[in-house]
């Protein structure tokens, strides 16, 4: 006889351990799954740590069946994210789950719980732990490995969300995938696109410069300005704190080229920013790091693949932002002309763009002529608690 689910707050150092390495099980095999370096993962997930959780309040649950793990989901509270957009939700995030639909409805419902004790008036997710962050199900786009800091999930993630009463579509999130071999000089849209942003670069007095890595503090700093800025009410959107701004400098610095990070400006002030970061996924899928297995040699095979025989063909191109007046003057054209010359003359095959809302036709119409087409989609599922849609069932 099966034994029947019980999902348990995380709360011993041995539930942590449980709840930490349970994706390397889930995934096992899995040939499109990356995993990450195992203390980058036990520092995202530290409340000590982590600086997401300063203004953050939640719990981790592990789902059980006997002495066997089936899942995990965190439930969480962002009151930054409350307060800047002015709503009164909660979340639920790392949430890993067999397919199991009763070990599924037992983890979603146990956050929703959580969430609507805190008096919110509905969950979303999946989102670990914010927009800035990984975040979104994977629903189409499965043949294909992830880029860097993009979730990936096994494709009966959908049934089973949408098998739990109240759970709704909230917002998808499209990836482009971009080529770049063999495409420069044989397309004629594109050296038009070049010729024409050319041009117009010159009569606005429109300049593009590249990343400054001596003075890379500041330049995060000026990127954290024009980010928040330029994001301001865009759904999901919650800015980035100082010590955030300081996490990101120290994890994504390790892995910047400055040749792919962009500042533009029009008369000499800071307008606007786009930040390309080679896909170290290519690289982890071959180190396969994991619990037990010394860091040290992950790391070792991560820089073998990257510096000495180098595998990395594709560039993510991660955080991009326009301040508002000067948007509608060809700035992003600009921005993505330079960042297209650039990974070409770098020897990239292929680029990705992400994530664009489905609601921001803007930004489609913009990366739609760079030789591009949606290739995944993740989306955003919201559980309202206001009308009762969100109650459990826990009728005999």
Not at 280 to 291: C, D, E, I, Q, T
Not at 296 to 309: E, M, P
Request: one cysteine or more.
């Amino acid at each position: 006889m099966t034994d029947s689910v019980a999902v348990r707050k995380v709360e011993t150092k041995a539930d942590f351990e449980a709840f930490l390495k349970f994706p390397w099980t889930l995934y096992q095999g899995d040939p499109y799954w990356v995993p990450p370096l195992v203390s980058m993962q036990r520092h995202k997930l530290d409340k000590r740590k982590n600086p997401t959780w300063q203004h953050m309040e939640g719990d981790y649950f592990v789902a059980w069946r006997g002495q066997q793990p089936v899942g995990t989901i965190a439930a969480f509270v962002n009151h930054r994210y409350n307060e800047y957009q002015e709503e009164n939700i909660g979340f639920f995030g790392l949430f890993e789950v067999y397919d199991d639909q009763e070990a599924a409805t037992a983890l979603l419902d146990t956050a929703t719980e959580y969430v609507r004790a805190k008096g919110c008036d509905a969950i979303r997710g999946p989102a670990s732990f914010s927009t800035n962050e990984e975040c979104g199900l994977l629903i189409e786009g499965f043949d294909d490995p992830p880029v860097i800091l993009v979730p990936y999930n096994y494709p009966y993630y959908q049934a089973l969300i949408e098998g739990v009463p109240g759970f709704e579509k909230a917002m998808d999130l499209y990836s482009y995938h971009i080529t770049l071999k063999g495409v420069t000089d044989a397309s004629e849209r594109l050296q038009k696109l070049f010729r024409v942003t050319g041009r117009n670069n010159e009569r606005r007095r429109i300049t593009i410069s590249p990343l400054n890595v001596k003075n890379i503090k500041r330049e995060f700093e000026m990127l954290r300005a024009i980010y928040n800025k330029a994001w301001g009410r865009n759904w999901g959107f919650v800015p980035f704190s100082d010590v955030e701004l300081d996490e990101l400098v120290k994890e994504l610095g390790k892995f910047v080229d400055p040749r792919t990070a962009f500042f533009a400006s029009v008369d000499g002030k800071p307008a606007a920013f786009l930040f390309g970061i080679p896909d170290m996924n290519r690289v982890l899928r071959l180190a396969y790091p994991r619990p037990g297995k010394p860091e040290i040699i992950s790391l070792l095979q991560v820089l073998w693949h990257w510096k000495i025989r180098p595998k990395i063909d594709r560039i993510r191109i991660m955080l991009m932002g326009v301040q508002e007046e000067f948007r509608g003057i060809g700035i992003e054209s600009a921005l993505f002309v330079d960042l297209y010359k650039v990974a070409v003359a770098l020897n990239y095959q292929t680029a990705e763009g992400g994530w664009v809302l489905e609601t921001n036709l803007a930004m489609q119409r913009l990366v739609e002529p760079l030789n591009a087409h949606i290739y995944k989609r993740h989306r955003f599922y919201e559980r309202s608690l206001i009308d009762g849609t969100g109650a459990p069932d826990t009728s005999a």
